[in-house]
């Protein structure tokens, strides 16, 4: 039984390396968003690609292919990175992987028009 858990932790340690996990990182200004951002947002029962420009002062417009339009905020609340739309409210979150930056917008109380959207970074 030892040497059961004795090589699954060293196949847990070994693999470990390979696993990447997204790593959260604080805003402290909402500069650090400025900059244009593409993913994947819920519009009723579809996913639809997305692009966003976030100005330094966190003022943003989001559009789709189809070409739905969302303008909002993004602001910090108490240490939380928030955001304002006209369509929804909620959190968001910055976090990297791989080299890469994601901002993951998570509304409030979703509905059949609004769900959680990741975009990357563009530049």
Not at 34 to 53: F, I, P
Not at 68 to 91: I, M, P
């Amino acid at each position: 039984m030892k040497t059961h858990v004795a090589v699954l932790l060293a196949v847990v340690f070994a693999l470990s390396p390979l696993v990447a996990v997204a790593a959260d990182k604080p805003v402290t200004d909402v500069k650090e968003l400025a900059g244009t951002w593409q993913g994947w947002t819920t519009l009723g029962s579809a996913d639809e690609r997305a692009t966003m420009t976030i100005k330094a002062d966190g003022s943003y417009e989001a559009a789709t292919r189809v070409g739905t339009k969302t303008v909002g905020q993004f602001y910090l609340e108490n240490g939380t990175l928030r955001y304002r739309s006209s369509r929804s409210t909620g959190s968001a979150r910055l976090s990297e992987d791989k080299g890469k930056t994601f901002l993951t917008v998570v509304p409030e109380g979703t509905t059949y028009e609004t769900g959680t959207t990741e975009y990357a970074r563009v530049k």
